[in-house]
């Protein structure tokens, strides 16, 4: 554990040193980029030991800390597997960066960002390793108190404002349901360290419905889980490309490994919770990409992609909880190793795709669809990153993607065979919306590459773009390669995922491998067809290039159908691309139209335009806090602005606690 220690004080200690660089942009991003990587470097060598079979590591040490006996940490498969992405994906994401921010270098402080960058990096890495209730609160804080200044890193633009604040209130009301949640499992166990809760009997108080229902609003605010996903459409396009992809791709993750934590000490869960996993996970799943499908701008759509995949690992999660409860190993074993391989190819395929909206943003100024087109050809690196990344959100095979869906459906058909009632309808309903979710999302994304990257440009910037530099393209081609290793090394992976899943499942090690089995063949068959067609194609490209190769090559007007002088206008727009779905789902989207038809014999000007509010945030969220305002507005009689007052509320207020505690 020093080794890991060590690597998370190294991150801190260079995020500091580019604090105090704060003046000098280019060493003060050498410091904060540099530190982290090697940080991350040495972190990752005991965890790989940890995942190739090593003894899980443990450390406890005397700290004097109030309901805390000892600052205590360790490091088992299960942490070892979260740590994964956070690392990896971190220092991606910082190299990217680098190139991202030069154009702030001169207007903006540079050093802080990368300060809270690996902050942030640290308090979810502490996150993961922390083994009492106060260190995991403390890290939870941290990390959910980082993303806030980096995301009002464009501070002069009133929504960037306004999406921090959203995130700051979204990111403090969950943090108090885990306080509470805490706070009843340490009066259970009678101590707020993880060794404690393993050991009491928490299944037997007659509490646990409660600690559930507390631990998934909690985690779920911070994962996005519907209805708590309003901050991730309205913080991810406000943040830096980098930052959106690293609260994307990581962060969210953190509410689901809380989760799964907390699970593991909560005994045998009764069935209801796992059809309530499956039906949140059915809801965010279609209402997400509903949502993205109705999105003009490109990283809010991504974003509402991320409360899509969200659900689909909760629709793992929560068939491993009926799996569980049903005490079938294969459904169990299967569902989790779904939901959790979910997390890592989400990781990998989200920060890809923000990295290339950012890319685009980068070179044209706007993330409108509307204003994009034809970049297809003018940034080809992006172009072919983001279709890759397209096809692996949308579970095509071979890319990553799909083998964390079909893991899902593997399990939700075993356990709709074998059992029956609400159980076995709640996993047939999630087959169905997994494959009606797979389905939007390839057609959300046919939305989003061809009016962004195909056809002709529809603004001058559009047409003035040009590829993004090495620094930016280089992690974007390792995460797209990374999509396409994991999905052809499947096999081997969900068999590696044996440890991982002995810390969450409880079986034994024979049935959790017997489950695992299942899956060989199928993924085997069909990593085997997706290496057939990919040498396939890499054949023909040789084929074709030997073919043409030593002649002359011309090209010329062919019959264009009307088409030969091709103009933005004739183009569909992102509108008009997802018309046919926003209006068949319009009772659940309420999108808004607005039309200026033409007027008069010679109308000059026609305009229509479509806005697709959250109906979460509408109809729930802005009347709730409309109606607190108003409620508090009623005591501002209390604030008078005079010092004598304020101390005297705070006397009365030791006097009542003191009174209240006796």
């Known amino acids: 554990m020093e080794l890991v220690l060590a690597g998370i004080l190294f991150i801190i200690a ?150 921090g604040w959203t995130y700051m209130v979204a990111a403090h009301l969950g943090a108090v349901f885990l306080l509470v949640l805490f706070m009843l499992m340490a009066q259970e166990a009678g101590s707020m360290d993880f060794a404690q809760f393993r050991l009491h009997p928490l299944s037997a108080s007659g ?53 799964v934590r907390i699970l593991c000490f909560l005994g045998t869960p009764p069935l209801w919770w796992g059809v309530l996993l499956l039906l949140i996970g059915l809801c965010s799943g279609i209402s997400g990409v509903l949502f993205a499908i109705a999105q003009h701008d490109l990283k809010r759509l991504l974003a509402y992609h991320s409360v899509e995949n969200i659900g689909i690992i909760a629709l793992g999660l929560g068939a491993g909880l009926i799996g569980i409860n049903r005490d079938l190993p294969v459904l169990a074993t299967l569902a989790f190793a779904g939901g959790l391989l979910h997390v890592i190819n989400h990781s990998v395929f989200k920060s890809l795709l923000f990295m290339a909206a950012g890319s685009v943003q980068h070179a044209s100024g706007t993330l409108e669809i509307d204003e994009l087109g034809g970049l297809g050809k003018r940034m080809p690196w992006t172009a072919v990153t983001f279709v890759i990344g397209a096809a692996a959100i949308c579970g095509l095979p071979p890319f990553n993607g799909f083998v964390s869906e079909f893991l899902i459906y593997l399990a939700s058909y075993h356990g709709g065979i074998l059992i029956s009632g609400a159980s076995a309808a709640s996993l047939l309903a999630g087959i169905a919306g997994l494959a009606l979710i797979g389905g939007l999302a390839a057609a959300c994304f046919a939305k989003a590459f061809g009016v962004v990257f195909l056809g002709e440009p529809r ?37 590696s995922m044996a440890l991982v899943l002995r810390e969450v499942v409880q079986f034994t090690p024979l049935n959790i491998s017997q489950a695992l089995s299942q899956a060989d063949f199928p993924l085997s068959f069909i990593v085997a067809g997706g290496v057939s067609l990919f040498v396939l194609f890499v054949l023909l490209a040789l084929l074709h290039r030997i073919l043409l190769s030593g002649r002359q090559v011309t090209s010329a007007s062919t019959w264009g159908c009307g088409y030969l002088k091709p103009s933005a206008r004739m183009q569909y727009t992102a509108s008009s691309f997802g018309q046919p779905i926003t209006n068949f789902f319009a009772p659940l989207l309420r999108t808004r139209t607005t039309f200026h038809g033409p007027a008069g014999i010679f109308p000059r000007k026609v305009s229509l335009s479509t806005s697709t509010p959250d109906i979460f945030m509408t109809g729930i969220y802005s009347p709730l806090f409309s109606a607190c305002e108003w409620l508090l507005s009623k005591l501002r009689w209390l604030q008078h602005g005079r010092v004598q007052l304020y101390i005297m509320y705070i006397v009365i207020t030791i006097i009542a606690v003191m009174i209240w505690m006796m």
Request: with cysteine; net charge positive; proline share 5%.
């Open 459 to 495: 603004s001058v910037k559009a047409g003035e773009c040009r590829e993004a530099p090495v620094g930016m393209r280089s992690p974007m081609v390792l995460l797209a390669a990374s999509c396409l290793l994991i999905g052809l090394s499947g096999p081997f992976l969900v068999r």
């Open 207 to 259: 509490q646990l419905n409660t600690l559930f229902l507390l631990a998934l609003i909690g985690f779920g605010t911070k994962a996005g889980f519907i209805p708590f996903h309003v901050w991730l459409p309205e913080a991810h396009p406000a943040a830096p490309s980098h930052v959106s992809a690293l609260m994307s791709g990581v962060m969210i993750k953190m509410g689901i490994y809380g989760l």
């Open 14 to 163: 260079g995020g500091i040193a580019a604090l105090c660089c704060n003046q000098f942009s280019r060493l003060a991003s050498y410091l904060g980029i540099g530190s982290l990587v090697l940080g991350s470097l040495l972190v990752l060598i005991p965890v790989f030991q940890v995942l190739s079979g090593g003894a899980s590591l443990y450390m406890q040490r005397p700290w004097p800390m109030p309901f805390v006996v000892s600052f205590t940490v360790g490091l088992d498969a299960l942490s070892a597997f979260f740590l994964l992405p956070i690392l990896i994906i971190s220092c991606l994401c910082a190299v990217y960066g680098y190139g991202y921010m030069k154009h702030y270098w001169a207007r903006k402080t540079i050093g802080v960002h990368w300060f809270f960058f690996n902050i942030l990096v640290a308090g979810m890495a502490m996150l993961v390793i922390a083994r009492n209730g106060v260190l995991f609160l403390l890290s939870w804080e941290v990390m959910s108190l980082a993303p806030f200044f980096l995301i009002i890193f464009l501070d002069d633009r009133e929504k960037v404002r306004q999406a």
